[in-house]
């Protein structure tokens, strides 16, 4: 049986390869940089004596993930627990964003989830028995300014986690939704550190928290009480105007280029 785990080249994925590999689950890593994930595919391989396989792939490509359960089945793995991990955000405004930069946020974080799990889902019903675990963020549970798409992909990976774990209750498979804030990834490379709220924490940390949530039979889950709190409990008692506001002003708006004035 095998581990399934997009975005493998970096922080959150990298750390989900380790964790499974330690309890000797054979993987397969996907991602687009291929150079490191046959790094890390070598060293897992000689640290647990485990199967690794990789297949580079960009999660942004419509109809990527049939291109990948066909590799898939080439390998002749099956899967029992796919992670969908891979994701981006980019801190701009909506005005000043390329209609093409955000509508590629939605296809990694949102569709490509959406087409994995739906291409493994049958085999694991099937069989019985797997799990499907995908990486929301504490920027699920409210708007959030200056990241306008990515707060609302992730609004859009914890809903149909939740649902499709209900839908899934009875067949041995189940379905969970993490929950991250800050993690110390290469995520604030892309997305800038003004993005960074909160205290960070460690990827290794975040994914312990992740498979014992797993373990418990958790539908979703925060990593974190500060967490938890800012997710669950505040957006109970603000209005959506306020909580969104206070999203706003702890993303901070992106330094913006001043137009120029016409001759
Ligand atoms: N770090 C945080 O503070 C934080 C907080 C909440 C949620 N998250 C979520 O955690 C997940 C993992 O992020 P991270 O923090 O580990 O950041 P990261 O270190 O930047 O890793 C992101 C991973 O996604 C992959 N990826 C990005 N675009 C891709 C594409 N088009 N096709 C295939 N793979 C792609 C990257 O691989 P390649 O570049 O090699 O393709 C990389 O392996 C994301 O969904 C993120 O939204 C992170």
Redesign the pocket.
């Known amino acids: 049986m095998t581990a399934v785990i ?8 990298s750390a989900f390869a380790e964790h499974l590999a330690s309890e000797q689950r054979d993987l397969v890593l ?4 291929r150079d ?1 994930l046959d790094q890390l595919a070598a060293r897992l391989r000689a640290e647990h004596g485990v199967k690794v396989d990789v297949i580079a ?4 490509e419509p109809g990527i993930w049939d291109r990948i359960g066909d590799e898939l089945d080439e390998l002749g793995v099956e899967v029992d627990l796919l992670v969908n ?5 980019v801190h701009d405004d909506v005005v000043d964003s390329a209609a093409a930069a955000l509508a ?1 946020q939605v296809q ?2 949102c569709a490509a989830v959406v087409g994995l799990t739906t291409r493994l889902l049958p085999t694991m019903v099937r069989n019985g028995r797997g799990a499907v675990v995908n ?5 699920s549970f409210q708007p959030v300014p200056h990241m306008a798409v990515y707060g609302a992909s ?1 609004a859009f990976v914890l809903s149909f986690t939740e649902a499709l774990a209900v839908e899934l209750e009875g067949t041995g498979v189940r379905a969970l939704a993490v929950c ?4 110390e ?6 997305a800038g550190e003004s993005a ?1 709220t909160g205290r ?1 924490r460690t ?1 290794a940390n975040l994914v312990a928290h992740a498979m014992r949530a797993l373990e418990a039979g958790k539908i979703s889950t925060v990593h974190g009480f500060d967490n938890a709190f800012g997710g669950l409990v505040l957006p109970r008692l603000l209005p959506r105007k306020a909580m969104a506001r206070l999203a706003g002003r702890l993303t901070g708006r992106p330094s913006r280029t001043a137009p120029t004035p016409a001759a």
């Open positions: 997009t975005g493998a080249s970096s922080g959150i994925g996907v991602a687009r940089r490191r792939a960009d999660l942004s991990n891979a994701g981006f955000g590629q990694v974080n990486i929301g963020s504490t920027a992730k991250p804030g800050a993690t990834t290469e995520f604030f490379d892309v960074k960070a990827a």
